[in-house]
């Protein structure tokens, strides 16, 4: 029986969550990197969290997003968080970050603060690693219908599911994807196109997944674009880098052509998700690298938490280890990860000004600001 929250003390609470949960601290220590970083800091109001390892783990993804942000990806970190996080650990989840939507919507639920609330596990699906959100009105009494809210598994659960995840710094990895989807849906810009220009679009995702399994060629022709996008991060030569590139958007346009009567839809969604799933991908890759630099740095320190390994999974980081590789292949059900994660890279080592305005401008795909960079480069 789940114990009433409200009616209980705080300090019973705690004795409760240390049972549920193993006890852990999380310190975190952190060399301020500017003076405005500091001021950021100084702005945000402290959560009122139970002490208990759900709490620390959120508390460490939160810090690590701060770092992002300020290093990174301006204005990922603005706000103290994006909205509404489920974690799921075994009975229960529990609520992080309950916002007025989620209180109406959410039935049942014991309070612990403003930012925290315990429940039973709130659904039987037993996977959860996602931003949940729905446009659909049959959807209108949900905590996700036009609510982005996101969901996860505890480290453990995670780990059961995908083997690879044996640490508190790879769940991190997964969380801060996530993050980057509420973020982006939290743009209002993206959501509009969302809402007014895909999702009422008879063909999605799950399409470009299918057309890959079912025909070979199409997986061959993106697979073969991916392949000019690594030739030419590899390339030295600005010539010879930019000559790839136009490869590449020749062998896009070929293909996009050559399906483009069976599937009409298909350059408009793909775009889309080149970029959404793109840049999520992206952030997954800036965390690793965080993580990488800070080990080496000896900025943070920490204590306690058995899933916590002390970056030892990013004491090497680089693409071409088996454990990271997965980050730019092209695979059926996920090329538009990495051709977007691809992309983005080759835009940075071209210095194409992107970032502030990717989110507010989802209509210029990822192909166009590499296009116009190149027809730049032939005009000087």
Wanted: with cysteine.
């Amino acid at each position: 029986m789940l114990p009433a929250i409200n009616s209980i003390k705080r300090k019973s609470l705690n004795s409760f969550l240390r049972i549920l949960l193993p006890l852990s601290l999380i310190v975190f220590t952190a060399a301020c990197e500017n003076t405005q970083q500091q001021s950021q800091q100084s702005d945000k109001k402290p959560f009122d969290l139970p002490d208990s390892l759900s709490s620390h783990r959120i508390d460490f993804v939160l810090k690590l997003r701060d770092t992002l942000g300020n290093r990174y990806w301006e204005g990922f970190n603005k706000k103290p968080v994006e909205g509404t996080f489920v974690y799921y650990n075994g009975d229960y989840s529990e609520i992080f970050f309950p916002d007025s939507i989620t209180r109406v919507r959410l039935k049942n639920l014991d309070y612990y603060s403003e930012d925290y609330a315990l429940a039973t596990r709130i659904d039987t699906i037993p996977y959860h690693f996602e931003v949940m959100i729905s446009l659909d009105p049959v959807d209108s009494n949900m905590v996700y219908y036009n609510h982005p809210v996101q969901r996860f598994l505890s480290v453990e659960e995670t780990g059961k599911y995908i083997p690879s995840v044996r640490s508190t710094e790879m769940w991190t990895t997964m969380v801060m994807h996530e993050m980057f989807h509420h973020y982006q849906y939290n743009t209002p810009e993206l959501i509009k196109y969302v809402r007014e220009e895909i999702a009422e679009l008879p063909f999605d995702s799950r399409h470009m997944k299918q057309i890959c399994e079912e025909d070979p060629q199409f997986l061959a022709m993106v697979q073969y674009e991916n392949q000019l996008l690594l030739c030419a991060l590899e390339e030295p030569g600005q010539q010879e880098k930019y000559r790839i590139l136009e490869n590449y958007l020749k062998a896009r346009e070929r293909r996009l052509d050559r399906y483009s009567e069976a599937h009409p839809h298909l350059k408009k969604v793909e775009d889309y998700y080149v970029l959404q799933e793109g840049s999520a991908r992206y952030m997954e890759f800036l965390t690793m690298k965080t993580m990488y630099e800070l080990q080496n740095a000896n900025l943070y320190t920490t204590k306690a938490d058995p899933g916590f390994k002390n970056f030892e999974e990013f004491r090497e980081f680089d693409l071409s280890m088996p454990d990271f590789r997965y980050l730019k292949f092209a695979g059926s059900n996920s090329y538009h990860y990495a051709i977007g994660f691809n992309l983005m890279r080759v835009l940075d080592q071209l210095g194409v000004d992107y970032k502030q305005r990717l989110l507010s401008q989802p209509q210029r795909s990822l192909s166009e600001r590499l296009e116009n960079k190149l027809d730049s480069f032939h005009k000087n």
